[in-house]
């Protein structure tokens, strides 16, 4: 459904993305990470052909959003962090003048967008009027207008008191499962994504850092739970044998560069040492997150590799 | 399509109230200016000038004349002023607003969200010249009485007078010209307004340019090539008032004005065509 195929955004002299490869397939829900300024808003402009690339390549819907914009753009959705409209026109007129720049839309199909996203009885009343949540149903309305098959959400949870979060969230689900949309989420609120979205993206300075399920996310690529006859002594042997790079407690245990758990249980087992269970550490997707943000870009990349590698053999216990 | 997103454009151009204020300003001002010749010795040196070429002063001050008079300077200062604003508004304070990232969210092009923009400012400038006429002639008829048309504008040397029927006709033709005034200027604000920028830099740098084009046409080192100037072509409208109309200097002015403008409007186009929009 979008396709990003090595793209580069320089505003001057600052990168904003930086060879960026994204691939969002049809019917998926799928999550853009990044701190503030990673290039998470610049990725999505260029989705909508608002942002032009410096190189590379941009199709949605198959098609290429500089030369077919038109056409790309006919069945999608966008909401953005602080939804504006003409606040001293009513809620009904802002959705008249907006599908207007889509296709001619009939009152009736108005009338029903309008009902879906709840905002029936208060469609007359001027915009200014509005609560925040207001404003984020009508942002909805307006972006559910063309019938899409794309939604694009920059931060829609962003100001969302948590009722107007938890309503958010089951909107989307809504919209994925009766809808059957694509949703491609870019948002902060990582526990969010975690809940709805089935693959991720985490963007750093304009860098891909990680692309993968969220599963594979929550699964630590490096750090293993051992559980063994004796704790510290496997420990001091697998820290003395250099297979692991580092240890927490007497249970977690970080594997060396290029080490895999068989190593570590072959040693033990070798050395006498009984091994009852060795186990992939799930971590939660702010964990996970901030490694990545902690991390130089290059370990970033690796840990991108190691969890792209961790896709292939997930069977993590022996 | 096209229809719809103009009546769409001027529904939310005329539903903000910022774009009534040019024309409370003319009910005022035209309002006060006629009050001012009524009630004071305005029209004195007018009635002289009358009397000594021999015409009947009460002929002359008459709706007509103190209509076309209340022109010159709402022509001058305030109509440029009010259609820059709008100008200016048109694409920067949709961008300043961050509407202008919803519009371009959906698949319409940038070349005809500007052309709509632009035909709805042409619109704008089309009413409010109108108004400008109507309150003209409205306000002098409730203290004036119907009458001919006095005109003496020395800058562009015309003295001259109609009798009513021709009169009207001239103020007419006169108002049609100052649309081309009133679009120009709207136009260049609408180019500044393509470019990244606020609003209010929009308008100023439009009134910036008019004023300075104005300064240096009556700078006399530039008289000779006065013929390059903007603001040259803007007076257009004054040269409807002379006897006989001078033809072929409108028909050269309003070329020069469509070139002005077509270039203000390709320049705004092609600024706003490789431009970022973003949050």
Not at chain 1, 309 to 316: A, V
């Amino acid at each position: 459904m979008i396709e990003l195929r090595d793209v580069t955004k320089r505003f001057g002299r600052r990168l904003a993305v930086d060879r960026l490869t994204l691939t969002v397939p049809a019917g998926e829900i799928f999550g853009l990470l990044g701190h503030n300024g990673a290039g998470k808003s610049t990725a999505i402009g260029m989705m909508l052909g608002q942002v032009w690339p410096t190189a590379g390549k941009v199709l949605v819907r198959s098609q290429d959003v500089m030369s077919h914009r038109g056409r790309a753009l006919e069945r999608v959705g966008a909401i953005f962090e602080t939804p504006a409209f003409y606040d001293y026109l009513s809620g009904w007129s802002n959705l008249v003048i907006l599908a207007s720049y889509t296709a001619r839309t009939s009152s009736r199909r108005i009338k029903e967008v309008i009902d879906w996203v709840g905002l029936t009885g208060r469609e007359h009343t001027a915009v200014r009027t509005y609560s925040h949540g207001m404003r984020a149903r009508l942002a909805l309305a307006q972006a559910l207008l063309p019938q899409p098959e794309l939604l694009l959400l920059d931060e829609p949870g962003e100001g969302l008191d948590p009722e107007g979060i938890h309503e958010m969230r089951q909107t989307i689900l809504r919209l994925h499962r009766e809808l059957g949309l694509t949703i491609l989420l870019s948002s902060h609120l990582l526990n969010e994504v975690q809940q709805l979205c089935k693959r991720i993206a985490v963007i750093r300075q304009g860098r891909k850092v990680f692309e993968g399920a969220v599963s594979d996310a929550c699964r630590s690529p490096r750090w293993y739970r051992l559980a063994t006859g004796d704790s510290n002594g496997a420990i001091e042997l697998l820290r003395s044998a250099r297979l692991i790079a580092n240890a927490n407690g007497e249970r977690l245990i970080e594997l060396a560069d290029g080490v895999g758990p068989d190593s570590v249980v072959r040693l033990l087992v070798k050395s006498g040492i009984a091994v009852y269970e060795i186990t992939r550490e799930e971590q939660t997707l702010e964990a996970f997150y901030l490694s990545l943000m902690r991390d130089d870009p290059q370990r970033a990349d690796k840990n991108q590799s190691e969890a792209a590698c961790s896709c292939g053999s997930k069977s993590g216990a022996t | 399509m096209f229809m719809l997103q103009l009546r769409n454009e001027l529904w939310k151009l005329f539903g903000k109230k910022r774009t009534y204020i040019g024309f409370v300003m003319f009910l005022l001002s035209q309002n006060v200016i006629a009050l001012v010749f009524k009630y004071t010795h305005a029209s004195r040196p007018m009635e002289r000038m009358l009397e000594s070429s021999g015409n009947l002063a009460d002929q002359y001050i008459s709706t007509l004349t103190i209509a076309t008079i209340m022109l010159v300077p709402a022509a001058v200062f305030l109509l440029p002023l009010y259609v820059a604003l709008i100008g200016g508004d048109l694409v920067a304070k949709e961008a300043e607003d961050g509407t202008l990232r919803m519009i371009l969210s959906r698949p319409v092009s940038r070349v005809r969200l500007l052309l709509v923009k632009w035909l709805a400012g042409a619109i704008f400038s089309i009413a409010l010249v109108a108004m400008l006429g109507v309150f003209g002639l409205v306000f002098s008829r409730l203290h004036f009485p119907w009458g001919g048309l006095f005109v003496w504008m020395p800058e562009q040397s015309i003295l001259s007078l109609f009798d009513p029927g021709a009169g009207l006709g001239r103020y007419l033709i006169g108002h049609a010209m100052l649309v081309t005034e009133a679009c120009s200027i709207m136009c260049l604000a609408f180019m500044f307004s393509c470019f990244n920028m606020k609003p209010a830099a929009a308008t100023i740098l439009a009134l910036s340019f008019v004023f300075v084009s104005f300064i240096m046409e009556h700078i006399p080192f530039f008289k000779e090539y006065q013929n390059w100037f903007f603001t040259y072509h803007l007076h257009l409208w004054q040269l409807v008032f002379a006897e006989p109309i001078p033809w072929w200097r409108v028909a050269q002015s309003l070329s020069l004005l469509a070139g002005f403008n077509a270039t203000f409007l390709a320049v705004g186009i092609t600024a706003f065509q490789v431009r970022d929009i973003k949050s």
